[in-house]
């Protein structure tokens, strides 16, 4: 490396750790104006000194939302250790291929035992295998093209019924639709009280698509939802896919982290039931985007939907025991992902990271506690797996006007810069939600937001009814 790349790479990493500070804004958008002016930054134009670049790069970047700020609760935060960061580093610097064990044995062998000590976590026999991924949406795209092409045969397809419930992410219709299933082939199971798929309802559904000359072939079941943290029934579900010969696909995307838990593991426990498991590493296991798993029962079902034979790649045959990774998956080209969540478990080491995780449910309980000491706050579903839902509900209001308010609430934390929990949807209100598996937030932090939040919905209430 030159003496001016390394004083660039130095120059960026002084500005990654300051940028961790906690006064930084935490949500920031881009205006129209300064997205314009951004627009006009990206078109490349003469040559120009690194240091300037980097200045404009930090421009850019100033527009984001701190996925990784210990006051940011919404969607899945992205609590990214610094570990992940060294770790990518070196992946991206190595830059090796990580398609096949010609190109990248040594991050190949690091993958396959990797692989094999999350399947070991997770509870999957030695039979199990996967590969990283980009992310849960390509782990669980992974996992249903097994499901569909194990249990449908290709001229029945159009037959074919998958079942999810009204809980699943997003993304396992949007697989299911890339595999060719129309919107008709997915039903969408009801949820029990405690928002877990009704196990019952999806053996009607299920019997009633037979007896309708359907093909039921797979269902969804959630290892921790994004909106609550529920964890559906895995045993109850298994023993129904095995009764039915149905293919069963968790989506532990968020959830699956808590099988390294060293208090509660108990919670997971039906995990190794799962043909196949997508389990992401860029939400609870601290790492930078890019960087999830999909595992599956046995390793043989990823070849036979997944093996590549091409001329030009003969030279780079794989062994019984020398896995070429694209024959697992999707890509081809692929970086050595594995390599940063290796780097963080080696330095940190197992025990801390299932530590790190146990925080994220002691801060959800502590929120949890802190809102019940409040007046007028309702909770919707209590501290499970790092969530919180609740409700601003002073009385007298109906419930368009509530809506109204708790959603102006999680705007005026953001305009105040004083925290973000965002909002989601449950039984058909508006409600607040906290996600809160930040390592570096305190139960300081929590009850300082609670505090916050009181304090502004206090105000927003009375100011409502002048
Ligand atoms: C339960 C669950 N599954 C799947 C996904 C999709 O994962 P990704 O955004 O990594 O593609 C998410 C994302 O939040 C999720 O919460």
Not at 19 to 47: T, Y
Not at 306 to 335: C, I, K
Not at 358 to 386: K, N, T, Y
């Amino acid at each position: 490396m030159n003496d001016e790349i390394g004083a660039a790479v130095r120059d960026v990493l002084a500005r990654l750790t300051a940028d961790r500070a906690r006064g930084e804004p935490i949500v920031s958008i881009a205006s129209a104006d300064e997205a314009i002016a951004l627009r006009a930054l990206a078109v490349p134009k003469a040559g120009r000194p690194i240091a300037a670049v980097i200045d404009d790069a930090e421009r850019v970047f100033a527009h984001r939302v701190r996925m990784d700020h210990p006051r940011f609760y919404g969607f899945i935060p992205s609590p990214a250790s610094p570990l992940s960061l060294v770790g990518e580093m070196l992946a991206s610097g190595y830059n090796a291929h990580a398609g096949s064990w010609m190109q990248s044995s040594g991050p190949a062998a690091i993958e396959q035992g990797l692989i094999a000590w999350l399947a070991e976590r997770a509870g999957l026999p030695d039979s199990a295998g996967g590969l990283f991924v980009s992310g849960g949406s390509m782990a669980n795209l992974t996992g249903l093209m097994l499901a569909r092409d194990r249990m449908l045969p290709p001229g029945e397809r159009h037959r074919g019924v998958a079942y999810v419930s009204t809980q699943t992410h997003s993304s396992v219709a949007k697989g299911l639709g890339v595999l060719g299933l129309l919107p008709g082939q997915i039903r969408k199971v009801a949820v029990d009280a405690d928002r877990r798929l009704d196990v019952a309802a999806l053996a009607g559904a299920v019997a009633a698509d037979r007896a309708a000359g359907k093909l039921p072939f797979v269902v969804i079941a959630s290892c921790g939802t994004t909106n609550t943290g529920s964890i559906d029934d895995l045993h109850a579900i298994a023993d129904l896919a095995g009764r039915e010969r149905l293919w069963l696909h968790v989506d532990g995307a968020y959830g699956a982290s808590v099988a390294l838990s060293g208090s509660h593991r108990a919670l997971v426990n039906g995990l190794g039931r799962a043909d196949s498991l997508s389990w992401d590493a860029h939400k609870w296991l601290f790492q930078t985007y890019g960087c999830g798993m999909v595992l599956v029962r046995d390793r043989m079902h990823l070849l036979e939907s997944f093996a590549t034979s091409a001329e030009y790649l003969q030279d780079a045959a794989a062994g019984d025991d020398t896995p070429n990774f694209w024959d697992y998956g999707v890509e081809l080209t692929r970086p050595a992902r594995a390599m940063k969540l290796w780097f963080t478990l080696q330095v940190m080491g197992a025990r801390a990271v299932g530590e790190a995780i146990d925080h994220g449910f002691e801060l959800a309980a502590a929120l949890e506690e802190a809102l019940r000491e409040r007046p007028h706050w309702r909770i919707v579903s209590p501290a499970q797996l790092g969530i919180v839902t609740f409700r601003y509900a002073p009385p007298g209001r109906d419930a368009n006007a509530l809506d109204a308010l708790n959603t102006a609430i999680a705007r005026r934390m953001i305009d105040d810069n004083a925290g973000a929990p965002l909002t989601t949807r449950l039984d058909d209100a508006v409600v607040l939600r906290a996600c809160t598996i930040s390592p570096e937030a305190t139960v300081g932090d929590i009850r300082a937001m609670v505090a916050d939040l009181d304090a502004r919905a206090v105000e927003m209430a009375g100011a409502g009814r002048q």
